[in-house]
């Protein structure tokens, strides 16, 4: 990938201001770096400091007694299980469940702040190790340690869609001694025995690494997000809920939660039980990722008709994250709400600082860098050969599988499978709850959508809707690997949505603020 040099090291003065709750550090208070990409900062030689501080703190969180609260065992408890316990004392409630709001308005914030605490600890053990090596330039460079995000939607996911930092179980790193092979933090993680009740002896693991059909898939999304035509609306863009069950819209169906459901889904395992998901450490950088998407959005819809955040979500709390150490009161959605809200954290994204005066801009160039891709080689786990789909001025046909579910109907996530004249084509993941005793999960319609826009072409279909309703059928699997009859499932609906979409610089810019897609009526398959 293209590098942009976003910081250096140079000397500066490092002193000690307060900041609400556990976010509470000493340093430059100029400073507000931004999250690297984690392909920049693994690969580029530039960042070798920081990566290896990096590397570490993450080492020294993961082998902290589970007792402290600072302890990566407790920290990504914070998500689910262990049910019953408090996070810092902070009371829970429901008390069985975990913190995390899934479901609500409130999801990307409250993940904000999530992984603001955790960006903060790892800063403080990026910072002690810093000073015990008592090197200036080592110290100097853990101001600059923050989280890096994984953006399973570039090129580079597409072209390496898993790579080493994830999987290796070493890392060499630089040390003031030389180099050196460690633990690799990234790859997994096992909690004290006994920390999680339901499973004593856990650990972390994938069901399948990350492929490029899933990238490509998820970069069709991540397009859609920054369209005006589908996610000008707060509402829409923050959550899978689906407010307006039945609506042709499709800002219904192409939430950032729906895409970042079904990250989860896709890879499987720890990362697709909301309640252990946290203990899989790539959790983070899906998340750095999904708060990065977040704060581009905020600018690039800034000024957008229904962009603003609906006054019960600005009031809403983000516990067990205090805005005071010491305190009960937790932060509110509106402090840490809108793009210029991660500098509260003392941290930004690189396309923030490229263009954080020019939200028009911004939005060209995301949908831009997520284009449609024209895939010369073979995305899809079909056995359907590759065709070319070369996109023009005149718009690129889109297809779409919009559906709506009650979330809880099964007591567990599960897969909306779809297949294209019998060949397995994408799935949609409902990012459910398991069934936890004593608690009564009310029922929940969200909106998701999946892309069948390879499947069809590859099918030669997809300039041919009227055949779409006999090509395509659907299967409904749990994460346990259930199939599920779609005759017990009486909330699901399933829409087929064709769409033209528009790619070219000029066309994008000649058509904001409006639509930048068009979309047809959708055909009624379930």
């Known amino acids: 990938m293209e590098t942009l040099l976003l910081f250096a090291v140079t000397a500066a003065s490092v002193r000690a201001i307060g900041l609400p709750g556990y976010l509470n550090d000493p340093f430059d208070v100029s400073i507000v770096p931004p999250r690297l990409d984690c392909v920049d900062l693994f690969t580029n030689s530039a960042y070798e400091i920081h990566r290896s501080l990096f590397i570490q703190a993450l080492n020294l969180m993961q082998g902290r007694d589970t007792s402290r609260f600072t302890s990566w065992t407790q920290l990504a ?3 689910g ?32 702040a999530y992984m603001g605490q955790i960006e903060t600890h790892v800063k403080r053990a990026a910072m002690a190790l810093a000073n015990d090596y008592n090197d200036e330039k080592w110290m100097v460079a853990s101001n600059y340690v923050r989280l890096c995000y994984w953006d399973w939607a570039s090129d580079d996911s597409i072209s390496n869609p898993m790579p080493y930092w994830f999987t290796d179980s070493t890392l060499s ?5 030389g180099y050196q092979t460690v633990h690799n933090p990234l790859s997994g993680f096992a909690p004290a025995s ?29 397009r859609l997000l920054f369209d005006p035509s589908v996610n000008s609306n707060w509402a829409a863009f923050a959550t899978h809920t689906n407010d307006n069950a039945g609506d042709s819209n499709p800002n219904q169906y192409h939430s950032v939660e729906h895409i970042h459901d079904n990250v989860h889904g896709w890879l499987g395992n720890t990362m697709g039980v909301v309640s252990l998901a946290a203990f ?18 905020e600018l690039a819809m800034q000024g957008q008709p229904n962009s603003q955040i609906d006054s019960n979500t600005a009031s809403s709390p983000l516990p067990p994250f205090r805005n005071e150490q010491n305190q009960d009161d937790p932060w509110l959605v509106r402090d840490l709400a809108g793009w210029q809200g991660t500098t509260k954290m003392f941290y930004t994204y690189p396309e923030i600082i490229q263009h954080k005066n020019d939200p028009a801009g911004l939005r060209a160039a995301l949908m831009q ?9 073979q995305f899809q786990p079909t056995s359907f050969s590759g065709r070319d789909s070369t996109p023009t001025d005149a718009g690129q046909p889109g297809a779409y599988a919009h559906f709506e579910v009650d979330k809880h109907c099964l007591g567990e996530a599960f897969y909306v499978k779809f297949f ?14 398991n069934s936890v005793a004593g608690v009564t999960m009310a029922p929940l319609i969200i909106g998701g959508s999946a892309v069948l ?16 309703k006999k090509a395509v059928t659907v299967k409904v699997e749990t994460f346990s690997g259930r199939d599920i009859p779609l005759s017990q499932i009486y909330s699901l609906k399933i829409k087929l949505q064709p769409a033209i979409h528009y790619h070219s610089a000029a066309e994008i810019f000649s058509r904001l603020p409006s639509s930048t897609s068009s979309w047809p009526s959708p055909i009624q398959l379930i």
């Not at 990350?210 to 069709?220: F, G, K, N, V, Y």
């Not at 899989?280 to 959005?297: E, G, K, S, Y």
């Not at 390879?454 to 279909?461: D, I, K, T, Y």
Request: proline content about 8%.
């Open 77 to 79: 408890g914070i998500h």
């Open 173 to 177: 790193i630089l040390t003031p001694s």
């Open 369 to 377: 860098k997520y284009s449609f891709k024209n895939p010369t080689v």
């Open 194 to 222: 006994g920390f999680i009740p339901s499973n004593p002896n856990y650990r972390s693991s994938r069901a399948q690494n990350w492929q490029s059909w899933m990238a490509i898939q998820s970069r069709d999304e991540v």
């Open 420 to 433: 294209v004249n019998g060949h397995f084509a994408t799935a949609g993941y409902v990012f459910a709850m």
């Open 81 to 112: 299980e262990p049910y019953n316990q408090a996070w810092d004392y902070y009371e829970l409630y429901p008390k069985n469940l975990g913190y995390c709001p899934h479901g609500s308005t409130k999801f990307p914030h409250w993940h904000r």
């Open 280 to 297: 899989d450490p790539i959790f983070f950088f899906h998340h750095a990722n999904v708060d990065r998407l977040l704060t581009l959005w």
């Open 453 to 468: 826009t390879h499947a069809l072409m590859n099918a030669s279909l997809l300039d041919k809707p009227e055949q779409w």
